[in-house]
């Protein structure tokens, strides 16, 4: 009898020790489905009688593609719009009908040409293990995908941009790493009770636990598929001027003077505005140097509205092929800032005026 007491009791201290550990619940009136033949995801977020609806469209895995609507709830019935800025039209209306296990998405009768088809349907309820299954699933899509990209790449761009498949897969870990610093905020645990001991041993990653960090992970994945997917420009020819974007909100735009001068603009959102930075210069003739089909190009800018000791900035440009390499140094990042400028960005021919 005492044995069987043990058990039971060290399988309810396990039980309560989980629950110290795994990532807090969702909010109240959080629910989430999935149509698995779209690839759709559906979270609804109710307040009362009004409901926040979101519809991520996942058939690229990563992608970022979603439509978010608002509305009312009476009974097992959904009424809702887009969300649309103030003075604009709301568009179609539609109706959602479920219960626990699944929802139906459908226009609102007796409306003249609807919009947004790409809703509707049937969605089926998962759970926060499951919802953690698919965006593993995904991440592991997007893992796949990007490997493809960087091996169609290497066997398939120009000779001179070949290498740049490589180059580019050796920064990869760095770029996702700051990538996912500033997109992903990882969950507050669930406080033990002062009663309850703490969990010992090994235990999952908190982050591997949460749906939402696969997600991200994924979102960055597909930024990096989408950059190796598309080729070089066959125009590039190495010369400076042109756009430039390393596909993960960074831009550089650069133009040569008669005189040699390179006329330099940086700029980068990652994520969102928060993460922006912008930087601009000119590097002197005699420090833009070409040999072997390179091109090389370095001088100190400066950063205005950040502290002294980090005002100034090294610029380091590197052009070959169909492709820029930005490298920048400083003595001390500002505080709070998360933004960088330093990678690989494609080449595009600057606009016709």
């Known amino acids: 009898m005492n044995a069987c007491l043990n058990s039971n009791f060290v399988a309810l201290l396990v039980l309560c020790l989980a629950g110290t550990i795994v990532q807090a ?12 033949v779209g690839q759709r995801h559906l979270t609804l977020s109710a307040s ?25 709830r009476k009974d097992n019935q959904i009424v809702f719009a887009a969300v649309v800025d103030e003075g604009q039209d709301r568009g179609s209306y539609f109706i959602a009908k479920g219960g626990e296990s699944k929802m139906e998405i459908s226009f609102k009768p007796e409306q003249k040409m609807p919009q947004d088809p790409g809703i509707l ?6 759970s926060d293990e499951k919802r953690v299954q698919l965006a593993r699933k995904e991440f592991q899509a997007a893992e796949d995908r990007l490997a493809a990209a960087l091996k169609n790449a290497s066997r398939t761009w120009p000779a001179v941009d ?30 033990p009770k002062p009663a309850q001991p703490f969990a010992t041993g090994k235990e999952q990653p908190l982050q591997e636990r949460d749906a939402n960090y696969w997600l991200k992970l ?3 994945t597909a930024l990096g598929y989408y950059f190796m997917q598309q080729p070089p420009d066959p125009k590039s020819a190495g010369a400076w001027d042109g756009e430039y974007d390393d596909g993960f909100g960074g831009h550089v735009s650069i133009r040569r003077a008669k005189d040699g001068k390179l006329r330099v603009n940086l700029s980068c959102t990652r ?10 210069g000119q590097i002197p003739a005699e420090s833009v140097k070409s040999k072997n089909g390179e091109s090389t190009a370095e001088a100190v800018f400066v950063e205005a509205e950040v502290p002294e000791d980090a005002k100034d900035i090294r610029v380091s440009l590197r052009r070959k092929g169909g492709f820029l390499w930005v490298e920048t140094q400083r003595k001390q990042t500002p505080p ?13 021919p600057p606009p016709v005026e």
């Open 25 to 36: 619940a969702e909010p109240p009136g959080v629910t989430h489905f999935f149509d698995e």
């Open 48 to 72: 009362g009688s009004r409901v926040e609806v979101s519809i991520r469209m996942a058939a690229d895995p990563g992608s970022t593609g979603r439509w978010s609507g608002q509305g009312t």
């Open 121 to 126: 349907g049937i969605y089926c309820r998962v």
């Open 162 to 191: 070949k290498p740049l498949a490589s180059d580019w897969k050796t920064g990869w870990a760095v770029l996702r790493e700051r990538w996912m610093k500033i997109a992903y905020q990882a969950p507050v645990p669930v406080q």
């Open 218 to 220: 994924a979102e960055a």
């Open 271 to 280: 994520v969102s505005e928060l993460q922006g930075m912008d930087l601009a």
């Open 336 to 348: 709070g800032s998360s933004a960088w400028l330093d990678g690989i960005y494609r080449w595009s």
